[in-house]
């Protein structure tokens, strides 16, 4: 009965009809694109995919976060098909242990290694990313990685806060992804051949049509003013981030001396069935995916993969785009997430936060070069406009 009551009451917030009206209107908006490009731009080419980066015979190393499930650990199993030496990243030892266990029971040659990380926290970002270093210390690995996949993301219904006073969902789903990228940057340079990362984002950034980038919103405390937990407001701004902070981090790597040699690029795996959903009732949950699986929206996670595989195996060349559909395709997400100033001081609002939250650190920074990250002797600077 409690369960059923739940489910009336989340039926009539706002919140639901937002996630099921909004988010449909939303997704179908993507697919519409797709099919206006193949109409009236046949000559356009999609993305093709190239053969994972060699570094001197050595095996790639891959990353990625939320890997314990769904589209995570669909891509871990893909991506060790195809060469890459995959480390798991994600909160639980147990669902850790069981995603490697499953992908060398399809394919007894992967090369996996797990580490335990809790994406909404800072202090536990930072001691995955010493534990990642020290790993490629003591491998006969080199000492870098060729691709970052920030998949990891939650649809939280409740307001819940993070140690640092942030709200659990935008700290997972975009300011655990920022700290992440900016703590393993030196590695991503280091890789002798180009390098990649990949921000998992979502259709449902297209009904953002105004933000704020400030510390109250980014944190995610102008939003717990409401009277309601705005779950949806709250997860779309944290996927619209995502795509802001993408961008602007491919305009930043282009103004160094060697242009893309780390490439940024956002991929959309649309409407997949996935764990994400489940902290909504249900009853609503179970009948949402029965209604999208027969008007065809809603795809498996093997499926809804494809994206993420295209975004991470395209072409070294190919930078701050935003892949959607499968094939390689890609299209453009809102008008919004192109905007420069809003990136810029989003990128000084979310750098900020960080600074915050991880300082002490042994780490070197600068308030003309930030962030200026200095492990030995790498050193990667990006510099503020």
Not at 81 to 107: C, Q
Not at 199 to 211: G, I, L
Not at 258 to 285: F, Q, W
Request: proline share 5%; aromatic share 8%; net charge positive.
């Amino acid at each position: 009965m409690g369960e059923l009551w739940k489910a009336l009451h989340f039926l009539c917030s706002m919140e639901f009809w937002r996630m099921g009206v909004l988010w449909t209107i939303s997704i179908v908006m993507s697919y519409l694109q797709l099919l206006m490009r193949r109409l009236f731009s046949p000559s356009s080419s999609p993305c093709c995919s190239c053969s994972p980066p060699k570094t001197n015979c050595i095996r790639p190393v891959c990353v990625i976060t939320g890997a314990t499930s769904g589209l995570g650990a669909a891509a871990a199993f893909e991506l060790s098909s195809k060469g890459f030496y995959v480390v798991l990243a994600g909160r639980s030892p147990h669902l850790l242990l069981k995603t490697m266990e499953d992908i060398k029971s399809r394919n007894k040659d992967a090369h996996l290694k797990a580490l335990q990380v809790d994406m909404s926290s800072s202090q536990s970002i930072l001691k995955f990313r010493n534990s990642l270093q020290e790993w490629l210390c003591d491998s006969d690995l080199h000492s870098s990685i060729q691709l970052l996949i920030n998949n990891a993301g939650i649809l939280a219904t409740s307001s819940r806060l993070t140690t640092e006073g942030y709200d659990q969902m935008l700290a997972t789903n975009y300011i655990g992804a920022f700290s992440l990228t900016t703590l393993l940057l030196p590695l991503l340079q280091n890789s002798p051949v180009p390098s990649r990362i990949v921000n998992v984002t979502s259709f449902t950034h297209r009904y953002v049509f105004d933000v704020k980038v400030d510390k109250e919103a980014v944190s995610g405390k102008y939003f717990l003013r409401s009277k309601q937990y705005p779950c949806a407001r709250i997860y779309e701004c944290s996927k619209l981030c995502l795509l802001l902070f993408s961008y602007e981090l491919h305009r930043q790597l282009g103004m160094m001396d060697k242009p893309h040699c780390i490439s940024v690029v956002a991929a959309d795996p649309g409407l997949a069935e996935t764990n994400i959903m489940r902290e909504v009732p249900s009853y609503i949950s179970r009948a949402a995916f029965m209604v999208l699986k027969c008007v065809g929206l809603l795809q498996s996670s093997n499926k809804a993969v494809r994206s993420i595989l295209d975004a991470a195996l395209a072409p070294p060349e190919i930078s701050g785009v935003y892949f959607f559909g499968g094939n390689g395709r890609t299209i453009n997400s809102s008008s919004l997430s192109h905007n420069t100033r809003l990136a810029a001081e989003l990128w000084k609002t979310s750098f900020d936060l960080f600074m915050e939250s991880q300082l002490p650190l042994d780490e070197t920074f600068t308030s003309d070069d930030k962030p200026c990250i200095i492990p030995g002797n790498t050193k990667v600077r990006l510099h503020m406009q």
